[in-house]
């Protein structure tokens, strides 16, 4: 299976993680801290980096994945449901191999469906785990694909939504 991969600008998305990298660090420096100490400068700290992959500066390569809209979209509402569900458990697996980081869906309801960051190095295996989405089978969603250096603090996204969600996808 060929995944169509094309050129696009990703400033929203970059926005996105980039914010996100934020809110997941520390307080700025001077910020109060809960208690009302002072926040202090967060020290480097070496194990952490190297368990989420950082290079020197706090960052790492991923795979971005767009889905877009594909051609093959006309189905009954219950055919339509079964291929989510199947897409939904094809999401669950990735992330429990830990190749997916993060997914999740644009709510405007455009052409663009939603994004995959996979923790790979390469858009080869990018493709072939992208290959196994039966949505990408059925021609419902198209992918495209491109190398991404971002934070390496995405890293422990999952294992945050794990604490924070109250119902299993």
């Known amino acids: 299976m060929k995944v169509s991969i094309r050129t696009v600008h990703i400033f929203p998305v970059v926005l996105a993680a980039a914010l996100m990298a934020v809110a997941l660090s520390e307080s700025p420096a001077g910020a109060e801290s809960p208690a009302g100490a002072p926040a202090t ?22 795979v971005l994945a767009f889905l877009r809209a594909g051609p093959n979209r006309d189905r009954t509402p219950e055919e ?20 997916l980081v993060l997914a999740g869906p644009f709510l405007d309801g455009g052409d663009l469906r939603g994004i ?31 190398p991404w250096y971002g934070s390496a603090a995405i890293m422990k996204v999952p294992a945050i939504h794990e604490t924070i969600a109250k119902i299993d996808h």
Do not use: C, W
């Open 41 to 62: 400068e967060p020290a480097f700290d070496e194990k952490l980096a190297a368990e989420v992959g950082a290079d020197d500066y706090g960052m790492r390569q991923y």
């Open 116 to 146: 995959y960051l996979f923790d790979v190095k390469t858009l080869e295996e990018a493709e072939a785990l992208t290959a196994t989405d039966p949505a990408i089978q059925a021609g419902s969603l198209v992918m495209e694909l491109h």
């Open 80 to 99: 339509s449901k079964a291929l989510q569900k199947a897409h939904m458990e094809n999401i669950g697996r990735l992330a429990e191999i830990g190749k």
